[in-house]
C-alpha cells in the first residue's frame, strides 16, 4: 500500500500516516491538537460456495473489493474459473475520513458488461472491534442498491402561523435543505445530485424538487420549501386532505436524494425522515442526518445461499495526544535494553502480556528504532533465546520475540534492499508465462519436465547470483544486528565452525529473503497476490534459494527436501561455488567494517498507479480537461506517462524542484480526491482514485521532498482559475498563499515514524492487559516469597520471571505511567462526547427508516 521512504533504510507501508485530526475546545487548558487516527489492516483470504453459473459454464472469473460506505479503497487481483476463489491478499492502510461502513464486495468480473456484484460482507464500523485479529467466515449478503447509501443532509423545519384573507389561521412548513456532505461517487466520479422533499401522511404526499447540482459530492442546495400543513374548517377550497383526517403528529417530511442519470435512469442515493412532530416544542429543528436505505433496502427477496468470504480484519483507532504527554513512558521503554536481566524490562513484559506477541512487536521494533536502540534490544533478547537453544542446526528458528523483532526491522529497513535485489527478477518470472513445474504428478499435458527444470534453474541461479552479489545494498542496521547474532552464536557453540553463519543465514535467507520471493505482494514488490502457476514457481524458487543458504552456512549438511524431485533437482547446485558464494555474502553482511559507496547511487522506486490529471498546456482556446495518466515516483523525480512501463515520460517534475504537496478543495474543479504538486512551475493538479490512495501519494510526496530547500509556508487550497484564485480572490496568479502550509510530519528523514502515536499503541496494549500485569506482579511476590522448587503448574508458569524483584519493581513503574496517562485520555473522552452534539455535522442524527 504505502510507498517506501526514499532513504537507504525505507520506512515499512505500515508506517502510520495522520490521517485525521481532532479540534479541541477553544479556552481549554489542553488547546493543543488530539489526533484521532485510524488504520485498517488484514487479509482477504478466501471465498467458497459461490453461487454457480446456470448452464454447462458454471465457473466465474472473482475479485474483491474493500469499500469505505460506498467508496472503493482496495481491488485484489481476478481470479479465474472458480467458484472458491483464493485471493490471500494482504491488505494495510490509513484511514483518512470518517465511515459508517466497511465492506467488502465480491464480484464477477465481465469483459463486455458491468462487473457483477455477487454478494457483500459489510460491518458497521462499531462492530470492527469484535472481529479484531481473528480469521473469520462471513456469510455474503445480497446487493440491492436502494440499500448502497452514504452521507447525511443538512435540514432545517419551521412552522408558521399565517392569517389569510378572511382572518382565518393556518399552519405552514417550512423546508429548508441547506446542503449534503459525503455523497457517493458514481462511475468514479463525483455525482450529480438533486433532492426531492416530500410531505407525506396517511391521505397525502405532496413533493417538490431542487435544482441538479453538478459534479460534486458535497452539494450546496440552500432551498426552501413551502408547505400548507392544516387548514381551517371553513376553507372552502378542494384539497387533497380534509382537517379532520389528518393530525399534524401524522405527517413527516421525507427528503429522497437521487443523481440525476441524464439519458439513463437516476440512481437513488439515500432518504431520511423526519416526523413534523419535532416541532412540537420548538417552532425551528436544525440538524444533520445521516442518509437510510430505501424503505425495505435491506430485505430481499433471495433465499439462495450466495457462498462465504474468510477474512481477517484488524481495525485501530489511536487517539494520540500531544508529544509531552508521553514522556514518561517512551523514557521507560526506551530504558529497556539497559535492564538487567531483559525479561524484567518494559518491553519485554510488554511482550509477555498481550495476548498475540505481534501487537507489541510492531509498535515496540518502531520506536526503539526511532532511537537508535533496537539493536542493544535485540541482541539482549536474541541472547535469552540462545540460552534455551540446544541444537546448533535449530538456531533462531522458533517463534520467539527475537525473531519477530528482527522479522519486523528486516520488513521496516530493508523495503529498499528488497526492491533493488529482487524486484526485476520477480517481475520478470511474474510477466512471463514459462513453465516451471517439476513435480511428474503435477505436469499438464504437454509440459517437457526437463524444460521445465531448465527455468527453473535459469531462474533461481539468477536469483541467487544477485543474493550474494547484494551485500554493498544491505542496510547497516542489518548488518549490525547481524555482527551480533554471529558473536554471540559463536560464543554458544564453540565448537561448531558452522553455526556462525547458520545464526545469519537462519535470518536473511530463510525469514527474508525466501519469504518475499513466496509472498511478493506482502513486501510491496508486486500489486498483487501472484496466480496460482506463478505461485507454484516462486515457491520452488524460494525453496531452493532457503535451502541453497542454509546448505552452504552449514557446508556438511545435506538437503532437507523430502520430495524426491527436489532432492533430485538440487544436485545441480550442489558445488563449491555455492557454498563459497554464501558464505562470502554472509561473510560481508555480518560485518562491522564500513562499506564504500559505489558512488552512483541508483534512484529509489517509491510508489506507481493511475491517476487522472489536469492537461498542464498553455493554450487559451477551450478547456483544460483532465486525463488519465500513469505516474511513477522515485527518490529523484515525479513522471507521468500515456501507459505503464513507457520509458518516455510525458511530464518530469525533479523531486528537488517540489515546494509542497497538499489536497486541493474540491470546489476547485468539483472533483473528489484531488491534490496539487507545488513545484517550481505550475502546480499540477491530480486526482486520485480513492481517499486512500489519495492520502498515500501525499504523504509519500511529502516525505520524499521534505528537505527541499525553499519550501512553501503558505498555499492555496484552491486552483488558479478563469485569472483568479477561487479561494481568496487575488487575481496574480504569483500571490502568497492564503493558507499555512501543512505541518507535523515526522523528523526522522531515514524512516517515517511517529514515535507519539507508537507510543499510544503501546499505552493501550497496557490498558487492555491491566489483568494479566496484574497476575506477573503476583506471580513475582510469590516467587520472591517461596524460592523452592516449583512442584505443579500455576499462575504463573507462562511468564518469563528471571528475576522477581527487578520484575516487581518495572512492573511498579508501568502501573504507575499508565495510571498518570489514563487522566489526559479520559478527560479527552469525556470532552469529545459532550462536544460532537447530537444532530452536528461530526454527530449526525440516524434517521428514520422504516
Not at 532513504?7 to 490521517?19: E, I, K, R
Not at 439519458?263 to 444533520?288: C, M, Y
Request: proline content about 5%; charged content about 25%.
Amino acid at each position: 500500500m504505502a510507498a517506501a521512504a526514499p532513504a537507504a533504510a525505507a520506512a515499512s507501508s505500515d508506517a502510520p500516516a495522520a490521517s485525521a485530526t481532532a479540534e479541541p475546545e477553544a479556552g481549554d487548558e489542553d488547546s493543543c491538537e488530539v489526533r484521532v487516527l485510524q488504520s485498517l489492516r488484514g487479509k482477504i483470504c478466501e471465498a467458497k460456495n459461490l453461487l454457480p453459473y446456470l448452464g454447462p459454464h458454471k465457473m466465474r472469473d472473482c475479485f474483491c473489493t474493500i469499500n469505505l460506505d460506498q467508496e472503493e479503497v482496495y481491488r485484489t487481483q481476478v481470479v479465474e474459473k472458480s467458484l472458491s476463489p483464493f485471493f490471500s491478499e494482504e491488505f494495510y492502510f490509513e484511514i483518512p475520513r470518517t465511515f459508517q461502513y466497511l465492506s467488502f464486495y465480491v464480484y464477477d468480473k465481465n469483459v463486455l458488461q458491468r462487473d457483477l456484484r455477487i454478494g457483500k460482507v459489510a460491518i458497521k464500523k462499531e462492530d470492527l472491534c469484535n472481529h479484531s485479529g481473528k480469521e473469520t467466515w462471513f456469510s455474503l449478503q445480497p446487493v440491492d442498491s436502494n440499500s448502497e447509501v452514504q452521507g447525511k443532509v443538512h435540514l432545517e423545519l419551521k412552522l408558521n402561523e399565517l392569517i389569510t384573507e378572511n382572518g382565518t389561521v393556518c399552519q405552514q412548513l417550512v423546508v429548508h435543505i441547506k446542503a449534503c456532505h459525503g455523497l457517493p461517487l458514481i462511475n468514479g466520479q463525483s455525482c450529480d445530485p438533486y433532492a426531492t422533499v416530500s410531505l407525506v401522511g396517511p391521505s397525502r404526499n405532496d413533493q417538490k424538487k431542487t435544482k441538479v447540482k453538478k459534479k460534486t459530492s458535497n452539494p450546496q442546495f440552500n432551498e426552501i420549501f413551502y408547505f400548507e400543513v392544516t387548514r381551517s374548517s371553513s376553507y372552502t377550497r378542494k384539497s387533497q386532505f380534509q382537517v379532520e383526517e389528518e393530525d399534524i403528529e401524522k405527517l413527516e417530511i421525507r427528503i429522497d436524494l437521487w443523481n440525476n442519470g441524464n439519458l439513463v435512469q437516476d440512481v437513488f442515493l439515500g432518504e431520511i425522515k423526519v416526523p413534523v412532530n419535532v416541532l412540537r416544542t420548538d417552532s425551528s429543528h436544525q440538524a444533520w442526518y445521516l442518509l437510510q436505505p430505501r424503505d425495505n433496502g435491506n430485505k430481499s427477496s433471495k433465499t439462495d445461499d450466495l457462498g462465504s468470504l474468510r477474512l481477517n480484519i484488524c481495525y485501530t483507532e489511536d487517539c494520540v495526544l500531544p508529544s509531552e504527554y508521553y514522556g514518561p513512558l517512551k523514557t521507560l521503554l526506551l530504558k529497556s535494553p539497559d535492564v538487567q536481566p531483559i525479561s524484567a524490562s518494559a518491553a519485554y513484559i510488554l511482550s509477555e502480556i498481550c495476548r498475540d506477541k505481534n501487537d507489541a512487536v510492531l509498535p515496540l521494533v518502531r520506536l526503539l528504532l526511532h532511537h537508535d536502540k533496537l539493536v542493544p534490544f535485540a541482541t539482549a533478547v536474541a541472547e535469552l533465546d540462545l540460552k534455551d537453544t540446544q541444537d546448533a542446526n535449530t538456531i533462531f528458528r522458533g517463534n520467539s520475540l527475537a525473531t519477530r523483532c528482527l522479522d519486523e526491522m528486516m520488513k521496516i529497513v530493508g523495503g529498499h534492499y528488497l526492491k533493488v535485489t529482487l524486484k526485476p527478477i520477480l517481475d520478470e518470472i511474474c510477466d512471463s508465462s514459462k513453465s516451471c513445474e517439476i513435480d511428474p504428478i503435477k505436469l499438464k499435458e504437454g509440459d517437457n519436465v526437463e524444460n521445465n527444470k531448465e527455468n527453473l534453474r535459469y531462474y533461481v541461479d539468477k536469483l541467487f547470483n544477485t543474493i550474494v552479489k547484494s551485500s554493498m545494498s544491505c542496510p547497516t542496521l542489518m548488518c549490525d544486528i547481524f555482527y551480533s547474532l554471529r558473536q554471540m552464536a559463536t560464543q554458544r557453540f564453540p565448537n561448531d565452525p558452522h553455526v556462525q553463519y547458520s545464526a545469519v543465514s537462519s535470518f536473511v535467507f530463510l525469514r527474508f529473503f525466501a519469504v518475499a520471493v513466496v509472498s511478493p505482494h506482502t513486501f510491496h514488490l508486486r500489486p498483487h497476490h501472484p496466480d496460482a502457476q506463478t505461485i507454484r514457481t516462486l515457491t520452488l524458487i524460494s525453496k531452493t534459494i532457503q535451502t541453497l543458504g542454509t546448505w552452504g552456512s552449514l557446508s556438511k549438511s545435506k538437503s532437507s527436501f523430502k520430495e524426491t524431485f527436489m532432492c533430485e533437482f538440487f544436485k545441480m547446485f550442489q558445488e563449491e561455488g555455492y557454498i563459497i558464494a554464501v558464505k562470502k555474502f554472509l561473510d560481508e553482511i555480518s560485518s562491522t567494517e564500513t562499506k564504500e559507496s559505489s558512488g552512483t547511487s541508483e534512484p529509489v522506486h517509491l510508489k506507481e498507479g493511475e491517476m487522472y490529471k489536469r492537461a498542464q498546456g498553455r493554450t487559451r482556446i477551450g478547456k483544460k480537461n483532465f486525463k488519465k495518466r500513469w505516474f511513477c515516483l522515485t527518490s529523484r523525480e515525479l513522471t507521468y506517462h500515456k501507459q505503464p512501463g513507457s520509458k518516455d515520460a510525458i511530464y518530469t517534475i525533479p523531486v528537488k524542484n517540489i515546494l509542497a504537496v497538499e489536497k486541493l478543495e474540491e470546489s476547485s474543479f468539483n472533483k473528489k480526491n484531488m491534490f496539487q504538486v507545488i513545484h517550481t512551475e505550475k502546480p499540477l493538479y491530480v486526482q486520485a482514485n480513492n481517499c486512500v490512495e489519495a492520502n498515500e501519494w501525499i504523504d509519500v510526496l511529502c516525505r520524499v521532498s521534505r528537505c527541499n530547500q525553499n519550501r512553501l509556508s503558505f498555499y492555496h487550497p484552491s486552483a488558479y482559475i478563469n485569472g483568479n484564485w477561487l479561494c481568496c480572490q487575488e487575481t496574480s496568479e504569483n500571490t502568497l498563499g492564503c493558507k499555512p502550509c501543512t505541518a507535523g510530519v515526522p523528523a526522522d528523514i531515514q524512516i517515517d515514524i511517529d514515535e507519539d502515536r507508537e507510543t499510544e499503541r503501546i499505552y493501550s496494549l497496557f490498558t487492555l492487559s491491566l489483568l494479566k500485569l496484574q497476575k506477573m506482579e503476583e506471580a513475582c511476590g510469590t516467587i520472591a516469597v517461596y524460592q523452592g522448587p516449583q512442584k505443579e503448574p500455576d499462575d504463573y508458569s507462562n511468564f518469563v520471571i528471571e528475576d522477581s524483584v527487578t520484575t516487581f519493581k518495572t512492573i511498579q513503574q508501568i502501573k504507575s505511567v499508565i495510571e498518570k496517562l489514563d487522566e489526559p485520555h479520559e478527560k479527552y473522552r469525556k470532552k469529545r462526547s459532550s462536544s460532537a452534539k447530537y444532530g452536528s455535522k461530526e454527530n449526525p442524527i440516524v434517521g428514520k427508516a422504516s
